[in-house]
């Protein structure tokens, strides 16, 4: 199966984790970004990562690729199937998606993807905005609902829940953006904790490997 998509996006990140967890195998290729190339084009209709391919089958979009993948490869179980736990699972995966990097997204984009990778300046002003109205609350949230020591969001096993509310905090990690620890002890362990998991650490390197070079 083949992935398109760089790690560098907390989507594709969160897919290529799962995978890593779950023991499938997948090719990541990259999607050619900002002039992606005509495979990623046809498995992804909309150019947005990842978009996964899988003999004649495309699919497109990360939550529906961990569906996917986790109705094909159902052991071990990252999605539960007892129905307050997948409720809660399905929470924090749509949790992270659009409200975690909603932010994040305003933040990385402009200091990152825009003067990096598009050749233009970000707009500064609409990430200090979203650091400073949006991101305290978020970790004020997450403070309330993260387990003490080394337990779970959902049960007593890591499940998608984990992986998806982890993978944004590496881009939040690339930018040097931590947490207060007075504050937020309990999320910043947890963070710590899942991202350096075998299934994150190696992505987590490399991009912070990449980042650290100069532009060509």
Not at 17 to 26: M, Q, R
Request: some cysteine; charged content about 25%; aromatic content about 12%.
């Amino acid at each position: 199966m083949i992935l398109y998509g760089s790690t560098m996006s907390p989507f594709v990140r969160k897919v290529a984790a799962y995978a890593v967890e779950k023991g499938i195998e997948l090719d990541i290729q990259q999607t050619g970004f900002p002039n992606p190339t005509p495979e990623f084009c046809a498995a992804s209709p909309f150019k947005k990562m990842p978009a996964l391919v899988d003999g004649d089958y495309c699919l497109s979009d990360s939550t529906a690729i961990i569906h996917y993948l986790e109705a094909k490869y159902p052991e071990p179980e990252l999605i539960p199937a007892e129905p307050r736990a997948r409720g809660r699972v399905i929470w924090f995966d749509e949790f992270a998606d659009t409200i975690l990097f909603g932010c994040g997204a305003k933040v990385f984009f402009n200091r990152v993807v825009a003067p990096r990778f598009l050749g233009r300046p970000g707009d500064e002003a609409v990430a200090e905005a979203a650091l400073r109205d949006e991101w305290p609350p978020i970790l004020d949230y997450l403070e309330t609902v993260v387990p003490e020591g080394g337990g779970y969001l959902v049960g007593d096993t890591l499940t998608l829940a984990d992986v998806a509310v982890a993978s944004p905090f590496a881009n939040f990690r690339h930018l040097g953006i931590g947490f207060d620890l007075q504050r937020h002890p309990k999320t910043a362990a947890y963070v710590e904790r899942i991202l350096e998991r075998p299934s994150f650490k190696p992505f987590v390197e490399r991009e912070a490997a990449f980042l650290a070079r100069e532009p060509a």
